[in-house]
């Protein structure tokens, strides 16, 4: 079976903090994809990052970095100098190989305060 | 279109009528899918188009649930006999195929809310 979880229901920081999202996985596929979609009051899932389970190393994008670890089962999410625009709920799923269906978890929103 | 186009916005039924939520994807995205996300949770799988042909319905909660893409472009997901548990936000996403998983374009959602 496949599984995402985020343990982290609710997170709340003071803007310019440093928060990271945690994401942990389950699935027998030795192919698959992971992804994070950040959804903000307006309801519309904005992708984010796409990482294949072939590709370890970790992402930097501006003021957000992904760590993947195999070996934990993990796709954990950080943003550096945390902004009140970042506040949002944040998704992260899952896809096999040569399908597009994904396997959400239940979010973490994220609240940012001046 | 720019993006995933979703009517209506918002939707409110009495419990035991019907209701259609309508799906303009991409132009020229040939995947579609519909999930359905309720109060505090993750989107949930309901259905996957491939143009017109409708590979996964495995996600269809109940028989009153049906979806169609008669021409492979636009997409209806009809509710049947609307019941409270039905109250979600049902987000409709589209994507090209190509090889390995795509990225998927959602758009901003229909909420349902049955009394």
């Known amino acids: 079976a496949q599984k995402v979880t985020q343990a982290q229901t609710e997170i709340s920081v003071v803007e310019k903090e440093d928060v990271t999202l945690d994401c942990v996985y389950e699935?027998?596929?030795?192919?698959?994809?992971l992804f994070w979609y950040k959804q903000p009051p307006s309801g519309e899932l904005v992708f984010l990052i796409r990482?294949?389970?072939?590709?370890?190393q970790n992402e930097i994008s501006g003021r957000y970095s992904w760590n993947f670890q195999k070996s934990t089962s993990s796709f954990n999410f950080t943003i550096t100098a945390s902004q009140v625009v970042d506040s949002a709920v944040y998704f992260c799923?899952?896809?096999?190989?040569?399908?597009?269906?994904?396997?959400f978890g239940t979010g973490t929103r994220l609240q940012v305060f001046p | 279109g720019a993006g995933v186009s979703q009517s209506p916005r918002y939707k409110v039924a009495k419990r035991g009528q019907d209701v259609a939520l309508r799906c303009d994807p991409i132009?020229?995205?040939?995947?579609l899918f519909w999930y359905q996300q309720a109060l505090g949770q993750g989107p949930e799988f309901l259905t996957y188009f491939q143009n017109e042909a409708q590979l996964d319905k495995s996600g269809l909660p109940s028989d009153r649930f049906f979806a169609e893409r008669p021409e492979g472009s636009v997409s209806t997901l009809k509710i049947q006999r609307t019941q409270q548990e039905d109250s979600a936000v049902y987000l409709c996403?589209?994507?090209?195929?190509?090889?390995?998983?795509?990225?998927?374009?959602f758009g901003a959602g229909s909420r349902l809310t049955v009394l």
């Open positions: 799923a899952l896809a096999t190989y040569n399908t597009d269906k994904l396997i």
């Open positions: 132009s020229g995205h040939v995947s």
């Open positions: 996403a589209s994507s090209l195929r190509v090889a390995g998983a795509n990225v998927l374009t």
């Open positions: 990482r294949n389970s072939f590709d370890e």
């Open positions: 699935t027998r596929d030795t192919t698959y994809y």
